[in-house]
């Protein structure tokens, strides 16, 4: 992608971005849908109710869970979450 395109890529989208992202090109115009449904593919499964907001996914092995906020009062819209196992501490 040249610098171009992605100047004209941040400039179309940064209306849509509520919150600073350095550089604004990483940001993406925001929408969920671009993480959820690869994961979706991958097998990951939604827990999170329909008709909210939030977004709640589970990996196959109910190890990993991601969970996508757009409400949420620390300004954090994404969280990634790994259990514990014998082996590895979660994070």
């Not at 350095?22 to 593919?41: K, Q, Y």
């Not at 990993?64 to 994404?78: L, R």
């Not at 969280?79 to 994070?91: K, S």
């Amino acid at each position: 992608m040249s610098e171009r395109q992605l100047a004209a890529f941040a400039h179309r989208h940064a209306t849509q971005l509520p919150f600073d992202t350095s550089p604004r090109h990483l940001a993406g115009p925001g929408d969920a849908r671009h993480v959820t449904h690869g994961l979706a593919a991958a097998g990951w499964t939604c827990t999170s109710d329909p008709l909210s907001p939030e977004i709640v996914l589970r990996s196959p092995d109910h190890r990993y869970s991601m969970q996508f906020d757009p409400q949420s009062a620390t300004s954090a819209w994404w969280r990634l979450q790994a259990e514990p196992t014998r082996n590895e501490r979660g994070w």
